[in-house]
């Protein structure tokens, strides 16, 4: 099973900030990682697919980057409905695995 | 507008079961592969199982395989999680979430709300 480890757990940052949140994979997943958004009580949204890809509708701060074993997401200018956590995924091998989240939190 | 709602989970004891149902609408059900992925309380996100547009290819994770099996029914738009021998660490909500497939690879690009799943005696 690919192992994914989300780093830091908590990222603490002010409106307007840079978020930059790591992903790690235990093998190489290619391109084939996606990113998620969850806010309390709601279902996950798709964010980025592809490693690089904005879904439909999200807004351009966000980015994604990476391949192979790492990756990153970047919120570029966080906004008061970004804080949430953030899941990566990855579809390079069943069984499909996630990572164990970074919550952004407002400082 | 897609929708994808999620019923039938509750309380169960140990060792017990439980359907859950995930309705889809707004989209052709038909030509999509779909997932269930839970959550325990204060937790992840873990990927269930995986069944293809047709029902054909089916994938579980090792943490439930044998004891859950996914079907659908493509004239009823509906998918299905019928979950047996559950144990407490079965305890979470969960979500169905449509596959998007593109020439490069699959993602979760709708999700429904969630049913809660208890398992305690």
């Known amino acids: 099973e690919i192992v994914l480890t989300q780093s830091p757990a908590t990222l603490s940052l002010s409106p307007g900030e840079r978020a930059t949140l790591s992903c790690r994979a235990s093998?190489?997943?290619?391109?084939?990682l996606a990113w998620y958004q969850q806010k309390p009580g709601q279902a996950p949204r798709l964010l980025i697919y592809d490693a690089s890809n904005r879904a439909t509708g999200i807004p351009a701060r966000f980015s994604g980057s990476g391949s192979g074993t790492d990756f990153s997401l970047t919120i570029s200018s966080l906004e008061p409905e970004d804080f949430a956590v953030y899941y990566c995924?990855?579809?390079?091998?069943?069984?499909?695995?996630f990572g164990g989240g970074t919550k952004v939190e407002i400082k | 507008e897609v929708q994808l709602v999620e019923s039938g989970g509750g309380l169960v004891q140990p060792g017990g079961s439980l359907r859950l149902s995930c309705a889809a609408s707004g989209f052709t059900f038909s030509s999509y592969s779909m997932n269930w992925v839970r959550q325990a309380p204060g937790k992840g996100l873990e990927w269930v199982s995986y069944i293809s547009s047709s029902g054909s290819t089916i994938n579980y994770a090792d943490s439930v395989k044998g004891r859950f099996t996914i079907s659908r029914d493509n004239p009823k738009n509906s998918l299905y999680l019928q979950m047996d021998s559950l144990r407490a660490e079965d305890t979470a909500v969960y979500y169905c979430?449509?596959?998007?497939?593109?020439?490069?690879?699959?993602?979760?690009?709708?999700w429904g709300q969630g049913t809660l799943v208890t398992v305690s005696s």
């Open positions: 995924q990855q579809r390079r091998k069943w069984p499909l695995t």
């Open positions: 979430a449509r596959d998007y497939c593109s020439s490069t690879t699959c993602r979760f690009d709708y």
């Open positions: 093998q190489s997943v290619s391109s084939y």
